[in-house]
């Protein structure tokens, strides 16, 4: 794997400081990263070998207004199984205090990419505001652990 296309939805600009955060360490660990808080990625997605999202939920289990196109044009495509070579992971940022939509646009976007016939690298990580006192390096841990799995992955592949 070489190309990563990470994808952030931010309100209050947490979600966009740890995916810059994220792409700068996948960068220096010589991965080709790009970095998009537009919803026109979408046509983007077969070109990379990984996509991971990084989003916050605002309001009611909303998306965050920069990243709620993307999710849209994912939802309406989903049952063209386009993305069958993508591999995924999805980072929700969230606010256990708001139990009904706690991480509910991160969720969102890891069943839509399921459905669009992509496979999960990892389950959709949450981070707690209430928990987690560091968002960027629990952020960049879980980079890490995607990484290290879809690298595993393709040493398996080869033996």
């Known amino acids: ?30 991965f080709q990263t790009e970095l998009s808080d537009s919803s026109d990625v979408y046509t983007k997605i077969p070109n ?30 989903k049952n063209n199984q386009r993305l069958t070579e993508t591999q995924f992971s999805v980072l929700a940022l969230g606010d256990t205090s708001f139990t009904t939509t706690y991480c509910r646009a991160g969720e969102l976007f890891h069943d839509v990419f399921i459905q669009s016939g992509s496979d999960p690298i990892l389950e959709c990580f949450k981070l707690d505001a209430c928990e987690v006192m560091d968002p960027v390096g629990a952020g960049i841990e879980w980079a890490h652990s995607v990484v290290a799995k879809v690298s595993n992955q393709l040493s398996q592949d080869v033996v």
């Open 1 to 30: 794997m070489s190309s990563v296309l990470v994808v952030y939805g931010s309100v209050s600009g947490t979600a966009a400081i740890v995916a810059e955060e994220i792409v700068r360490e996948l960068t220096e660990k010589d």
């Open 48 to 77: 990379y070998d990984l996509v991971l999202v990084v989003t916050s939920t605002t309001g009611t289990g909303n998306f965050p207004d920069n990243i709620d196109g993307f999710y849209q044009e994912l939802f309406q495509n």
